[in-house]
C-alpha cells in the first residue's frame, strides 16, 4: 500500500532476523522509523535468540539475498545502507558485490558483527577476509566494538588509552570513517566511543548506565547512524545523534519477567 504525499527518505538494513526483536534487522527498523526514516530489509539469517543465548543460526542461500538486495534497489530510492551479521563468506560476497555496483548511490554503514553479546559466534571464520577485502573498503564508516576491533588489528584492546590510536589504525587501514565503540571497557563512569574521520580521533562519553541489557546496542546505534545520514545530516553530526539515540533508548529500556505475561515496566 502506497501513500500520496511527501515521502520519507529510504534506508536499508541487510542484517540477520532477531526473533526477540531487541537486535538485527527488527531493531534497525524501530531506529529507522524514531528517525523518519522508511525501512526496507534484506535478511541474511535467521536466528533463534534472546538476550544472553543464542540457539540456532540459519543462513539464507546467497542467491535470495542477492535477489532481495536487487529488488529493492529496483524499487525504491534507496540513500543510506547499513550491514549486520551477513555471517558467511558466501553471504558477505554477494553483499559487497551488489553494493560495489551501485557505489555513490547511497551511504554505507557497516558493523562488523562477529560476535554476540552473549559470546556466542555470529561469523563463520573464514569470513573475517571477505570483510576486510570486499566490504569494509567500500564504507562510509565502520563501527566494530573492541572485541571485533582486536580481531581486525591482531590484537586486543584493554584500554580507553589505546582507544584513539586503534580507531585512526582502523581508519587508515580500509579507507572509511571509524566509530569504535568501547561499551565493553571495563571501569569508568562513562560509556567512551572514538570517532575517527579526517582528522584526530575524537571521544564521545555519556554517563555509563549500569544494570541494562546490552543486547541490540551495537545494532541500534549503527542504524541510527545511518538514519542520520539518510536525513542528510553529516557523519560526525549522525553519530552524535545516533549516540544520544542509544544513551535514551537504553535508559527507557523494557524489563520482562520471563514465563510471565505481564505489562512491561521501564527501568529508571
Same mark, same amino acid.
Given at each position: 500500500?502506497?501513500?500520496?504525499?511527501a515521502?520519507?527518505p529510504?534506508? &536499508?538494513?541487510?542484517? *540477520?532476523?532477531?526473533?526477540?526483536c531487541? +537486535?538485527?534487522? %527488527?531493531a534497525?527498523? =524501530?531506529? #529507522?522509523?524514531?528517525f523518519?526514516?522508511? *525501512?526496507l $530489509? @534484506?535478511?541474511?539469517c535467521?536466528v533463534?535468540?534472546?538476550? *544472553?543465548r543464542?540457539? %540456532?543460526? %540459519?543462513?539464507?542461500?546467497? +542467491?535470495?539475498?542477492?535477489?532481495?538486495i536487487?529488488l529493492l #534497489?529496483e524499487?525504491?530510492?534507496?540513500?543510506?545502507?547499513?550491514?549486520?551479521?551477513?555471517?558467511?563468506?558466501?553471504?558477505l560476497?554477494?553483499?559487497s558485490e551488489?553494493?560495489? /555496483?551501485?557505489?555513490g548511490?547511497f551511504?554505507?554503514?557497516?558493523d562488523?558483527?562477529m !560476535?554476540?553479546?552473549?559470546? /556466542?559466534?555470529?561469523? =563463520?571464520p573464514?569470513a573475517?577476509?571477505?570483510?576486510? %577485502?570486499?566490504?569494509?573498503?567500500?564504507?562510509?564508516l565502520? $563501527?566494530?566494538?573492541?572485541?571485533?576491533a582486536a580481531?581486525? &588489528? *591482531?590484537?586486543r &584492546?584493554t584500554s580507553?588509552r589505546g582507544m584513539g590510536?586503534?580507531?585512526?589504525?582502523?581508519?587508515?587501514?580500509?579507507?572509511?570513517?571509524?566509530?569504535?565503540?568501547?561499551?565493553?571497557?571495563?571501569?569508568? !563512569?562513562g @560509556?567512551? /566511543?572514538v570517532f575517527?574521520?579526517?582528522?584526530e580521533?575524537?571521544?564521545f562519553v555519556?554517563?555509563r548506565?549500569?544494570?541494562?541489557?546490552?543486547?541490540?546496542?551495537?545494532?541500534?546505534?549503527?542504524? +541510527?547512524v545511518?538514519?542520520?545520514? @539518510?536525513?542528510?545530516?553529516?557523519?560526525? @553530526?549522525?553519530v552524535i545523534g545516533? =549516540? =544520544?539515540?542509544l544513551?535514551?533508548a537504553?535508559?527507557?529500556q523494557?524489563?520482562?519477567?520471563?514465563?510471565r505475561?505481564t $505489562?512491561a515496566? &521501564?527501568?529508571?
Open positions: 500500500m502506497t501513500r500520496r504525499g515521502a520519507p529510504v534506508a &536499508l538494513t541487510i542484517a *540477520g532476523s532477531d526473533n526477540s531487541g +537486535a538485527g534487522a %527488527q534497525d527498523l =524501530k531506529t #529507522f522509523s524514531a523518519g526514516v522508511y *525501512g $530489509t @534484506a535478511i541474511t535467521v533463534a535468540e534472546v538476550p *544472553g543464542v540457539e %540456532q543460526v %540459519q543462513a539464507v542461500t546467497p +542467491a535470495v539475498l542477492r535477489s532481495q536487487r #534497489f524499487a525504491y530510492p534507496i540513500v543510506a545502507v547499513k550491514t549486520g551479521m551477513l555471517y558467511s563468506r558466501a553471504l560476497r554477494v553483499v551488489e553494493l560495489a /555496483d551501485r557505489l548511490m551511504h554505507l554503514v557497516v562488523p558483527v !560476535v554476540a553479546s552473549s559470546g /556466542d559466534s555470529l561469523l =563463520k573464514d573475517v577476509r571477505a570483510y576486510e %577485502q570486499e566490504l569494509l573498503p567500500l564504507a562510509d565502520i $563501527t566494530p566494538n573492541l572485541d571485533e580481531v581486525l &588489528l *591482531g590484537r &584492546l580507553r590510536p586503534a580507531a585512526r589504525e582502523l581508519r587508515e587501514k580500509y579507507g572509511a570513517a571509524v566509530l569504535l565503540k568501547g561499551g565493553h571497557l571495563r571501569g569508568g !563512569v @560509556a567512551v /566511543d575517527c574521520a579526517e582528522g580521533p575524537e571521544e555519556l554517563p548506565l549500569p544494570g541494562r541489557e546490552a543486547h541490540g546496542t551495537g545494532c541500534t546505534l549503527s542504524a +541510527a545511518a538514519a542520520g545520514l @539518510a536525513r542528510g545530516r553529516g557523519l560526525r @553530526a549522525a545516533a =549516540k =544520544k539515540y544513551h535514551g537504553i535508559n527507557r523494557f524489563v520482562w519477567q520471563p514465563g505475561v $505489562t515496566a &521501564l527501568r529508571h
